[in-house]
């Protein structure tokens, strides 16, 4: 989950989806592969994306090279409404003062009409209350924090927030028949504590024990006295609220040299390949709001078409945090969406994309997306997902592409 500031969590199968709505993924491009032509529609993108020692650049730029690869992929199928989509990216470096100014250069000097897929974490804070003095809006991105994400009816989450998150978190954890439940998390931020505290408050509503929460540095050396603390409390399930795999397997590593071995659960886009290298993550649990990248859904055709063609230097068998890929992709699925929704037929405006937006009713984005729903701007929890297990130190999908979804809360 995170270091300086990086995960706090999140976020989140529908059956399969026929070859016909394939194309339903881009619903207002054209099918044919002529180019687009006209006036481009021009969005913006900001992301810490060279964040300094310690941030979340190097995880993070998967994301920004599949919004990228969306853009491209809309374009080679005829644009929006045949125009072309502009996609400006811009990098704030993990600094606030310059996601602020970023953000102010691309709506008043690149007079952008949506942000798609911004990977700034808890820096949207920064220019929320801008963003909608202007009217304009930020489909998806990382959802690292309640608002604005919830609130603002300016951000809309392609995925669950941290509290949908850590619900289907414990609702997992109880369904798989664990008596109670621990959680680690980074010590580096305080939305990292502020997540134990959560773990611990949605699980007592739920009538699930909480055994035990601890903190751990990212750097630490090692990680027997947090085993050893869970150990001593029984926890039967232990949620790893941490940024990265190299630290996932040192904890289990660490608590398997202790004789502890407790079901793993991990957070949201936090999740990758790093967790198969050892047995321990065996039967270790996760719960993401759009499909998991390693779907072979028809759903996700698209996707790896373009991660394919577009993204050639993306490798999402290494990648640390390829759900971020899938979060991207989501996000520009949704502009695509919401202007097919609003029924506007030329250049797309900010004002259609936000009529589009608010219709919304458990929109599954062609089957990637558990389900959003937006017609209330300013109550906007995205409660539904799909299930990962590792299984045999393989990624599988125990329910298929049916979704389970948690109580609006």
Known sequence: MNSTRRRVLRRGPLAAVAIGALFAAFPAASASAAPATGQPIVLGNVGSYSAPQGGAGAEISAGKDAIQAWAKWVNAHGGINGHPVKLIVKDDKNDQAQAVSLVKELVEQDHVAAFVSNQDGSLVTGYADYLKDKGIPVLGGNIYTLDPWITSPMFYPQSMTPLQGITALVQTTKNQGFKNIGSIACSEAAQCSAANALVKSVAAKANLDYAYGGLVSSTAPDY??????????????????????????????????????????????????????????????????????????????????????????????????????????????????????????????????????????????????????????????????????????????????????????
């Open 224 to 409: 027997t006295a947090p085993c050893l603390a869970a150990k001593q409390a029984d926890a039967k399930m232990l949620a790893l609220l941490i940024a990265t795999a190299d630290e996932g397997l040192k904890i289990a590593d660490d608590c398997a040299r202790q004789n502890y071995a407790p079901g793993w659960f991990l957070a949201g886009e936090a999740i990758g390949p790093g967790y198969l290298k050892s047995k321990s993550f065996n039967n270790t649990y996760d719960t993401v709001g759009v499909q998991p990248w390693f779907s072979k859904d028809a759903s996700m055709a698209d996707f790896r078409a373009a991660m394919k063609k577009y993204a050639k230097g993306l490798n999402l068998n290494s990648t640390d945090e390829p759900m971020l890929t899938v979060d991207a992709w989501a996000s520009g699925l949704m502009l695509s969406k919401a202007v097919e929704l609003s029924g506007a037929t030329g250049a797309p405006t900010t004002a259609d994309i936000l009529s589009g937006l608010a219709k919304f009713n458990n929109e599954t984005l062609g089957g990637v997306s558990g389900g959003l729903t937006f017609s209330d701007p300013a109550n906007k929890p995205q409660g539904c997902y799909f299930t990962i297990k590792i299984k045999n130190q393989k990624f599988t999908m125990p329910d298929g592409t049916k979704v389970s979804c948690v109580e609006a809360t």
